[in-house]
Structure formats: structure tokens, C-alpha cells
């Protein structure tokens, strides 16, 4: 598979005082074309930011300081906003957990969608209105034509993730980033929308990367899932590999703590692994999550393990699959 987004070391901060926090540090994460990845982890790792960053819509005022975004071999980093402006309209689109925020109440749902069309395609307002109707039955919203009249406020909340998604396919982008798509729908609802947007991947080649709290969602959707604590990548692998034999012991700790996963419409929350999540101003010694770490050893606390790769296609940032670098030296 080609790689279509490479983030390679990406760092974000924030300036708390007089100095700078990151809250993303050095993460690497590849998305293929047409690939579904995922990304995971508790409240406050970094997942949000991480995608605003892709789209270098970091809000002020954090920073991004260091790394490099690459879409299809270009750095994103080196762009002009004019340019990055059109990147992100035209090759990557992004849907957010809340549609209503992101929709406009005030103007009808045909109304936003041709809009959206016309920013991206020199066409006339007929032509617009006809292609509104063909995303709309993409998106299987049914009588398309009638609910282009429509008000978001008159639609279900699933139809309204629906349009958002409409919305972000109007300039044909190869890869949209879609953060917590589902959080705030019902669990029939949130099945509906993740089965669409597998059906968008299989038919239009999208890639998609998925940002959920939801270890039920990865499984049913996600061919690789990558872990975030702290603002690190902490683990990567194949969906079915991080399932059966995850090696992080967060990523153990994240599978123990989801109940009932497995269970179709089951949800799998991460609430409930001991210990809380750090604050990234104040962040343990050696590696972020041995506070918590159940299978915590010495130099765990002295040292931030590096990224160990156990396969080709699985690596996790634990001393459990590699030696601190203190002792390799050594030796
Ligand atoms: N505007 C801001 N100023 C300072 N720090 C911020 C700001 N926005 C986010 N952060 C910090 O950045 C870190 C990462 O936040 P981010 O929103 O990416 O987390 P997340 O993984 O998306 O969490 P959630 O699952 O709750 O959405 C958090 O520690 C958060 O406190
Ligand atoms: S490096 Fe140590 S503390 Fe960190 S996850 Fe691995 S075993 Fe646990
Ligand atoms: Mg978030």
C-alpha cells in the first residue's frame, strides 16, 4: 500500500508561563492510501492535537516545533497558508464530534453543500445543486433532493453527521480525519456513520483516520490502530495484533478496562485504568506511564524508552521489548 500521510517526529507546545509544554512529543504515524488507521488513548494524550496539527490548524497558542508532515512525499510544514489553505480543503477533510457546532444554523443544508462544492469546482449554481444531491445519496440520506430545504436543526443528529461528512467529500480529498465522529450519537446511530465511512473507504478509496476514545469502534472499523499516552506513540500494530497480543502495558491496560468488548454495540470506554492520566507540564520521570505501570522495573522511572519494534508491523515504546538505551551502550 502506498503511504499517503507520513507524520514523522511531530512535535506541539503550549507556552504555560515561561515556558514552552509540549503536548504532542515526536509522534510518527503512517496512513495508507485508502488505509483505515486509528488512533487511540485517554482524554488529553495528544489525539486532537495531533490531527490539528496535520492540518496545521494548531490553535494559538500552541506551536508546532518540530517534525514533518508529508502528504504524498510533501512536507506540509514547508507550504505557504495560501497553499496549505487549499491542501486542506481540496486533500484532506475533516469531521468533528459535534455537527451542529460545525454546521451553520442559520443556512439550509443544500445551501452549505453547494457552497462547499463551489469553493472546490469551478461550476454553476445548478451544477452544484446536482452534485449536493449526489454526495447526499452517497452519504445515503434519504429523498436527498427534499432535505436540501432542510435546516440542520430539522435533522436527526446522525443525519447531521451525515451532511458534515457530505461536506468534507465536496472536494473529493483522498483523506479525511474524522475526531470522535460518533461520540455524541447513540450506539445504533454511531454503527450506521462507521459502517458509512468503511463504505466510503471501500468504494472511493478515502483514507481514514479515525480519532476515538472507543476500543469497540477500532475493532469493528480500523485495519492498524496506533496508541497515544502522554503525547507519545506508545504502541502500533495491526488491528487484530494489538487485540490479541498487545504489547504495551497500556495498551493491556486500555483492553482489561474496555467492558464487553467484542459484544456487538458494545462500548469500550477507557475510563477505568488505576491511576490518572499526567499533566503534560508535570510529567513523570523515564517513561510517562510508570506510575501506573503494573509491570513497572528500575530503570523504567530514569529513562523514556525508545519505539521497539516486535514485528514488522507492530512496535511499543516499553523497556518489556528493548534495553534502555543506558545499558545497550554498556554493553
Ligand atoms: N488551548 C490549549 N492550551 C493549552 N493546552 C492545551 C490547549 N488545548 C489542549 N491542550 C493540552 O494539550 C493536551 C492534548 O490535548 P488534546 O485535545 O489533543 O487531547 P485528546 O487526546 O484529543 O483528548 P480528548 O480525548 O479529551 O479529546 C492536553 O493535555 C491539553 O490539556
Ligand atoms: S517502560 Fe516500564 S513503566 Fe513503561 S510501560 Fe514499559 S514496563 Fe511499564
Ligand atoms: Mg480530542
Redesign the pocket.
Known amino acids: 500500500m502506498e503511504t499517503l500521510l507520513a507524520v514523522d517526529s511531530l512535535s506541539?507546545s503550549?507556552p504555560?508561563g515561561d515556558h514552552w509544554?509540549p503536548?504532542?512529543r515526536g509522534v510518527s504515524l503512517d496512513v495508507g492510501a485508502g488505509e483505515f488507521v486509528g488512533l487511540v488513548?485517554?482524554?488529553?494524550?495528544?489525539?486532537?492535537?495531533?490531527?490539528?496539527a496535520i492540518l496545521r490548524l494548531v490553535?494559538?497558542?500552541?506551536r508546532i516545533t518540530g517534525g514533518r508532515i508529508l502528504l504524498d512525499g510533501e512536507d506540509l510544514l514547508g507550504l505557504s497558508d495560501a497553499r496549505m489553505r487549499s491542501v486542506r480543503g481540496a486533500r484532506i477533510g475533516m469531521i468533528f464530534q459535534e455537527p451542529m457546532t460545525a454546521l451553520n444554523p442559520v443556512f439550509t443544508v443544500g445551501f452549505q453543500i453547494t457552497e462547499a462544492v463551489r469553493v472546490h469546482h469551478r461550476v454553476s449554481k445548478r451544477e452544484a445543486e446536482l452534485e449536493a444531491v449526489r454526495l447526499l445519496d452517497l452519504v445515503a440520506i434519504p429523498a436527498a433532493r427534499q432535505r436540501l430545504e432542510d435546516y440542520p436543526h430539522q435533522l436527526s443528529g446522525g443525519q447531521r453527521q451525515r451532511v458534515m461528512i457530505a461536506i468534507a467529500l465536496a472536494s473529493k480529498p483522498d483523506l479525511l480525519i474524522a475526531?470522535?465522529p460518533t461520540t455524541a450519537l447513540d450506539v445504533t446511530i454511531q454503527a450506521q456513520i462507521l459502517e458509512l465511512l468503511e463504505r466510503l473507504r471501500r468504494e472511493l478509496g478515502l483514507a481514514v483516520l479515525l480519532?476515538t476514545?472507543d476500543l469497540a469502534v477500532v475493532a469493528e472499523t480500523c485495519a492498524r490502530v496506533v496508541v497515544?499516552y502522554a503525547?507519545q506513540v506508545v504502541e502500533e500494530a495491526p488491528v487484530e495484533t494489538l487485540f490479541a497480543a498487545p504489547a504495551h502495558p497500556y495498551t493491556r491496560g486500555l483492553l482489561t478496562a474496555a467492558p464487553g468488548l467484542g459484544r456487538p454495540g458494545a462500548r469500550g470506554e477507557l475510563a477505568t485504568i488505576p491511576g490518572q492520566v499526567p499533566?503534560?507540564a508535570r510529567l513523570p520521570t523515564g517513561c510517562a506511564f510508570h506510575p501506573r505501570c503494573s509491570e513497572v522495573m528500575d530503570e523504567c522511572a530514569r529513562e523514556n524508552p525508545d519505539v521497539y519494534p516486535l514485528s514488522s508491523e507492530h512496535r511499543a515504546r516499553c523497556f518489556l521489548h528493548g534495553t534502555p538505551a543506558s545499558r545497550s551502550e554498556a554493553s
Not at 482524554?43 to 490531527?51: F, I, L, N, P, R
Not at 490553535?59 to 500552541?62: A, I, S, T
Open positions: 506541539v503550549f504555560v509544554v503536548v504532542v488513548g485517554e482524554s488529553g494524550s495528544g489525539k486532537s492535537m495531533t490531527a490539528y490553535p494559538d497558542p500552541g475526531d470522535e480519532i476514545h497515544m503525547g499533566e503534560m
